[in-house]
């Protein structure tokens, strides 16, 4: 489908709903004493401002030390807001360990001044219209792939470079079901996807250039899904909903056909379905995992087609697990990662314990040592399974017979209190006569 080159999230923070004329240009609305050509500096000694009686509506955002109490504003005319005494429909305020969130209607012009412990070069922001600009999601989207997306805010037409503000928003995505019957996933619940993150780990590049970063993993069932887009601030929460996009299901799927003979390999057969993605340029890494909770990583690094195979040696009955990871190119060259939903398999034990089926004097020292420990760790293992069968049993026996003291406990008690009833009520009538 076709998908433009930038998704750009329009959302308007409602309750910063300023007139047009107000937030066109925000340095011919607000005016600072501080005279260093940078926007929305506020001088830290006095910290004051000016607001022009044109504004309507205004939300400002200051940054204080953590901890340290809400500031307090001093209008024009010197009468002091604070957040005990705001005043309800006029003014609403969000404060928080860092940093207060100020709305105010029809603000009073003229000179203000805030007062706290407003942090040194912080920036008083004026919020008026928040964009979310986003990279598109690929036209092919795999089931278990691990997607990464890159963002950018703004405050109007101007990026928001200021790292403390990573501390107001929050930026998340979540994936809903459009019940398409024609899919896999139709009535599936939403799928919380992750949130953007500014702070340099995993797949962010680096902590607070501006750019968040979101990643996650398409850990959920293939089909038709609409990926949903959310600023949360304080005070107000707006959405997105993004044209619908198609997850197609993975295209790995795993097939072993196993052995019971000790000498030799269980045969493991990767299949590649070629609808989506390039079957050459896949190559894999994984992890087989025995019985006895021993690993083995392994890797395929070559091979053509639409499988790989790989042998895998015997070791003892049991059930055995295959991690998966597959590394590769769509039909339209993306690049990709996923993970390949776990494979687990079992080997049957046939004839008793797996020995190799030789006569002992055709075999060689290696082999009788190899056969005498493998006899030997299955006669263990049998013993241990007797143990604990016998533990459990005499646990239910121990069990059994408390339950049956506790029923002939509360017979006998209910008897002796009936004998009493009895006794009474025999006197009782006896008194009276």
Known sequence: ?????????????????????????????????????????????????????????????????????????????????????????????????????IRIVRPMPGPWQAIGAILPDSKIMIVSEVKL????????????????????????????????????????????STNNTGYDNFGAEPIEIGTFRDDGYELDEYARDGIFTGEFELD????????????????????????????????????????????????????????????????????????????????????????RVKEVGYTEPGVHRITLNAFGNTKNGREFRLVVPDFTFNVEREGGPLVPNLDESSQSEAEKQAAALILKLEQEKEARELALKQAKEQKEAEAEAQAQQNIIMVIVANVVLLLLAGVAVFFMRRKKQ
Not at 140 to 148: F, V
């Open 220 to 307: 959920f069932s293939p089909g038709e899904w609409t990926p949903i887009y959310r600023v949360i601030m304080p005070m107000a929460t707006r959405e997105l909903r993004q044209q619908p996009v198609i997850v197609r299901p993975n295209p790995i799927s795993i097939e072993v056909k196993p052995t019971t003979d000790p000498l030799a390999f269980h045969e493991v057969t990767i299949h590649i379905d070629e609808s989506y993605v390039d079957p050459d340029s896949l190559i894999f890494q994984g992890k087989i995992t025995y019985p006895d909770r021993q690993s083995e990583p392994f890797a395929i690094m070559e091979g053509n087609g639409t499988s």
């Open 133 to 176: 600009e986003v990279e598109p999601l690929a036209d092919i989207l795999l089931s278990g792939e691990t997607l990464k997306i890159t963002s950018k805010l703004y405050n109007q037409e101007r990026a928001i470079d200021d790292p403390l503000f990573n501390d107001v928003i929050k930026l998340t995505i979540d994936f809903y």
């Open 1 to 101: 489908m076709a998908i433009m080159k930038w998704l750009t999230v329009l959302l308007m923070v409602g309750l910063y709903a300023i007139p047009a004329v107000a937030v066109q240009d925000t340095k011919t609305e607000i005016h600072y004493y501080e005279q260093d050509n940078v926007t929305n500096r506020v001088p830290y000694f006095d910290n004051r401002f000016h607001i022009d009686a044109q504004l309507e509506e205004i939300t400002l955002l200051f940054y204080r030390r953590s901890g340290t109490p809400p500031i307090i504003l001093v209008r024009p005319d010197g009468s002091k807001i604070k957040v005990t005494n705001a005043e309800k429909g006029k003014v609403e305020w969000y404060d928080d360990t860092t940093f207060d969130m």
